[in-house]
């Protein structure tokens, strides 16, 4: 069955400092792969997702992940965080090939400090 | 479209009560998920239906809880009787293909004291 590791259950970055949120996946053919973010007392919502061609996915806030199947992983990135990013991401993967649900992993909380 | 309508957002209720959340899914949408959040468990799949029929019921904890999607428009998450361990946020989500992406309800604040 398909698992969704997030390494880091809190991530502490400086405003205007560059973060990476890590995520791994076991491998499986074929993917489609996702990252929520949960601000806080809401729901999720989708940030970006992967589906089939370029391996680098952007979100419309400055956040972008980037697909490497020969690392299992799908990490989040974003150059220079706002206080406003503040939240839970949640990493997400289905198995594309098998038509599967959506496994979640179990989130990284990311502090932003003034 | 307005998304997924959970309601209430917030509920409060004593031991041994009935407690009864409701969703409503995105229109045209064939698949619909509850999912509770803790801070110990974090995110966990309960149960999911697709096209109102009950696929996946691995994850509802014990019989104390049901769920019921009687048409496309509308389904119940029932705890009877509620016990302060059920406190947690239950979100419902629904989406077009059960692999394609999710749309979440804003959640249902649980807390049974």
């Known amino acids: 069955a398909q698992s969704v590791t997030q390494l880091d259950s809190q991530v502490p970055v400086f405003e205007e400092a560059p973060v990476e949120l890590r995520c791994n996946y076991s491998s499986s053919v074929s993917v489609y792969l996702f990252w929520y973010v949960q601000y806080p007392n809401q729901g999720l919502q989708l940030l970006l997702k992967y589906l089939s061609g370029s391996t680098l996915v952007e979100s419309i806030n400055g956040f972008e992940a980037e697909f490497n199947k020969s690392q299992t992983s799908f990490h989040l990135r974003k150059p220079s965080v706002h206080i406003s990013d503040t939240a839970e991401y949640f990493c997400?993967?289905?198995?594309?090939?098998?038509?599967?649900?959506?496994?979640f992993g179990k989130g990284t909380r990311l502090h932003i400090l003034p | 479209d307005a998304g997924v309508i959970q309601s209430p957002r917030h509920e409060v209720t004593e031991m041994g009560q009935e407690v009864t959340l409701r969703c409503k899914p995105i229109s045209g949408h064939d698949y619909l998920f509850w999912y509770r959040q803790t801070m110990m468990r974090g995110l966990e799949l309960l149960i999911y239906f697709n096209n109102n029929v009950p696929i996946d019921d691995s994850g509802m904890p014990e019989d104390r809880f049901s769920a019921k999607m009687p048409n496309a428009s509308f389904s119940t998450l029932k705890i009877q009787p509620s016990e302060p361990r059920d406190s947690a946020v239950y979100f419902c989500?629904?989406?077009?293909?059960?692999?394609?992406?999710?749309?979440f309800g804003s959640g249902t604040r649980l807390t049974v004291v």
């Open positions: 997400a993967v289905s198995d594309r090939g098998r038509d599967d649900k959506i496994i």
């Open positions: 989500a629904s989406s077009f293909t059960l692999g394609y992406g999710y749309t």
